[in-house]
């Protein structure tokens, strides 16, 4: 089935760094989103993105749906602790809701 | 405006025991959605309901787990009988409009079951 490599696994950062995460799928996606999860909650979207090329930002979240449709990153500056969470990016496919996801980015931030 | 809801928020039965989840969409959102993440893994998509009907049920394991979602608006999730294999979170979403993955998705904050 169709799959989405998502890494790294997991990032232990200081506060303040830069981080950043990609993912890439031999599928062509027609939308890209950014989804992020605290414990005991579900995911929650951070950014969506529709078009290949597009850059959009967030705050300090920047992502950007890849040229090729195959992959996408997403960028977090100067970290803060309330950034801790699983990260993940999910795709989806023109005419369909499925949303296929990566494993996820295990996000650690330390003061 | 609530989310969605999921009840229980943990379960814990035996092998070959059954189980049903609850979800409460988003009110006013035809699209629900069941996804389940087993540990460390990806979270994969089960089906999706547009109003009671199954839009698409692909992703569902096996005749094992049966969702219904009777009037169009909760929906249930019934594994029986449980497997090992189906420990995991299982997450359900819903979103107003359907078509294209262009509409917000709102995750509930999933349902943690453990088969011993």
């Known amino acids: 089935g169709q799959q989405l490599n998502q890494s790294p696994q997991s990032m232990f950062i200081q506060e303040g760094e830069d981080v950043s995460m990609n993912c890439t799928s031999s599928s062509i996606f027609n939308t890209w989103l950014w989804y992020k999860q605290d414990p005991g909650e579900g995911p929650v979207l951070l950014i969506a993105l529709y078009k290949a090329g597009e850059l959009t930002s967030n705050g300090r979240l920047t992502a950007q749906f890849g040229i090729t449709r195959k992959d996408s990153f997403l960028n977090i500056s100067a970290s803060i602790p309330s950034d801790v969470g699983i990260y993940f990016c999910?795709?989806?496919?023109?005419?369909?809701?499925?949303?296929?996801f990566g494993t996820g980015t295990r996000l650690q931030v330390f003061p | 405006e609530a989310g969605v809801t999921q009840f229980p928020s943990h379960s814990v039965i035996e092998k070959g025991q059954t189980v049903t989840l609850r979800c409460d969409p988003i009110s006013g959102h035809d699209n629900l959605y069941w996804y389940r993440r087993v540990m460390g893994k990806e979270i994969k998509f089960l089906l999706h309901f547009v109003k009671e009907s199954k839009q698409d049920e692909s992703g569902m394991p096996n005749n094992r787990f049966l969702a219904e979602r009777t009037g169009g608006t909760y929906s249930t999730l019934k594994v029986q009988p449980a497997e090992l294999e189906d420990s995991g979170v299982y997450f359900c979403?819903?979103?107003?409009?359907?078509?294209?993955?262009?509409?917000?998705?709102?995750f509930g904050p999933g349902t943690r079951l453990t088969v011993l």
């Open positions: 999910a795709g989806s496919f023109l005419n369909t809701d499925k949303l296929i």
């Open positions: 979403a819903s979103s107003l409009l359907p078509g294209q993955g262009t509409d917000t998705q709102y």
